[in-house]
């Protein structure tokens, strides 16, 4: 079975600027979760989603969004970039969320902001 | 509040030597504890889970964790470690406020370093 794929895996973006990223879940997997790794902060969660609904949301600013596909593919949006939202921004998959299932992450987004 | 303590930012093992990293965690209720491996510009990768059970846990790679509930600790160990083990790892808690679902917390991170 293919993983958990990432597009772009590096993307460079100027301060105000909004960037979209992409998350293809590993096939039959619903749940689709982003984190946000940064060398201050680590490994902090954004949101999940699950057929197409967002089910968990962490402590970001509105600034942060995503969505989901009915094919389960995810996306997140950030606007308005600020230097800070430079980071590793991970997906990952499981069967259906519900505890017990462990999450297969991807090789995540680099986003540098200037 | 919910947390997850890596104490170590990084151990340092001989090859063949037994590794331990440490991690403790605090959450309400019955916990459901990850470890987690990052090597260097790669995403994370999936070592074991406690969910019930046996409180010895075996995973991937030959490693293993222990989980004690009166110490609120989940330390990952490997009997004989190898240099291609030197890594990022991350121990995670799922939050008690996740309805059930993904969402984790996880630890600093140690850094594993494994010397020939």
């Known amino acids: 079975k293919a993983g958990v794929t990432q597009t772009p895996r590096y993307l460079i973006k100027t301060r105000g600027q909004q960037v979209t990223l992409s998350c293809s879940p590993i096939?039959?997997?619903?749940?689709v979760s982003w984190y946000q790794q940064t060398p201050g902060q680590g490994l902090q969660f954004l949101f999940e989603?699950?057929?197409?609904?967002?089910?968990n949301k962490g402590n970001f600013p509105g600034r942060f969004s995503g969505r989901q596909f009915s094919n389960s593919r995810s996306e997140m949006n950030v606007s308005t970039l600020e230097l800070g939202d430079s980071a590793l921004y991970l997906c990952?998959?499981?069967?259906?969320?519900?505890?017990?299932?462990?999450?297969?992450f991807g090789p995540g987004t680099r986003l540098t902001v200037t | 509040a919910q947390s997850v303590a890596q104490p170590e930012d990084q151990v340092n093992v001989a090859e063949g030597n037994p590794l331990t990293v440490k991690c403790t965690y605090s959450?309400?209720?019955?916990?459901?504890l990850f470890w987690y491996v990052q090597y260097p510009n790669r995403g994370l990768q999936f070592l074991l889970k406690?969910?019930?059970?046996?409180?010895l846990v075996k995973g991937s790679y030959g490693f293993e964790a222990e989980f004690n509930k009166s110490q609120t600790s989940f330390h990952l160990k490997k009997p004989s470690a190898l240099v291609s083990d030197s890594a990022l790892y991350f121990c995670?808690?799922?939050?008690?406020?996740?309805?059930?679902?993904?969402?984790?917390?996880f630890g600093a991170g140690t850094r594993l370093a494994v010397h020939p």
């Open positions: 990952a998959s499981s069967p259906t969320g519900k505890e017990g299932y462990e999450q297969y």
């Open positions: 096939s039959g997997h619903r749940s």
């Open positions: 989603y699950f057929s197409e609904t967002q089910r």
């Open positions: 959450v309400s209720g019955n916990p459901y």
């Open positions: 406690y969910i019930t059970g046996d409180n």
């Open positions: 995670a808690v799922r939050a008690t406020d996740s309805g059930g679902y993904n969402k984790l917390i």
